[in-house]
């Protein structure tokens, strides 16, 4: 069964330090979006992506995060410069349309 | 999106019924009721989505009160596995609609041996 997949599983980083969190999104999908959970909190929403451009992102998502679909398989989040409050788990999602959306098993960020 | 409202805890005997409530007494008519769950900090897993009518699939099924205003999963025979935390989702489906999902807190589900 194809499913999201997401590089690494554990990413440490030191404040100030740019990451980039990488997914694969599954195949013939066309909509993509990234989540994020700090510990013991619940799950938030960063961005979606469709068509080459975002198409909707929150509050969260300021201009030290952005979004690219390098090639026809891989989408990435970019931290420029990471804080303190950026630790958490980051997950991928992606779905053909508007409904079911199938998210990744995430990637877990400590920044230190 | 339609806010919704879920008990905080549940438990269930393992091998019983376990039906999860949830209230969305402002749901708009081109709203849908989505269902997932979060199995201890994996990614969160599509359970199961409806309009007006029940629906069912090999995971679950779900029911819709005649007015929309509230809805039950049924998970008919929960095992250890499907301790977790269930999150009912309201939301626009389809056309130019918003496709973010907004989650709450959902309901920690505890399946009891």
């Known amino acids: 069964e194809p499913e999201v997949t997401q590089t690494p599983s554990h990413q440490v980083t030191q404040m100030g330090q740019e990451v980039i969190l990488r997914c694969v999104p599954i195949s013939n999908h066309l909509y993509f979006y990234w989540y994020r959970q700090i510990l013991g909190q619940k799950v938030e929403f960063l961005v979606s992506?469709?068509?080459?451009?975002?198409?909707?992102k929150s509050e969260i998502f300021d201009d030290q995060f952005s979004v690219e679909r390098p090639d026809g398989s891989n989408f990435t989040l970019k931290i420029r410069s990471t804080k303190l409050e950026d630790s958490a788990m980051y997950f991928c999602a992606s779905s053909v349309s508007s409904n079911e959306q199938f998210f990744g098993p995430g990637t877990r960020l400590t920044v230190l | 999106d339609a806010k919704t409202t879920q008990p905080p805890s549940m438990d269930c005997a393992e091998g019983r019924a376990a039906n999860l409530p949830c209230n969305h007494s402002t749901i708009s008519g081109n709203e849908y009721v989505y269902w997932y769950r979060q199995i201890h900090s994996q990614g969160p897993q599509y359970i199961i989505h409806g309009l007006k009518n029940n629906e069912t699939n090999e995971m679950a099924s779900l029911i819709i009160t005649e007015d929309r205003k509230s809805s039950t999963l049924i998970l008919p025979h929960a095992t250890l596995r499907d301790t977790a935390v269930y999150y009912c989702?309201?939301?626009?489906?389809?056309?130019?609609?918003?496709?973010?999902?907004?989650f709450g807190k959902g309901t920690k589900l505890s399946v009891i041996p």
């Open positions: 992506f469709y068509n080459n451009e975002i198409s909707e």
């Open positions: 989702i309201v939301r626009v489906a389809g056309g130019a609609g918003s496709y973010q999902l907004t």
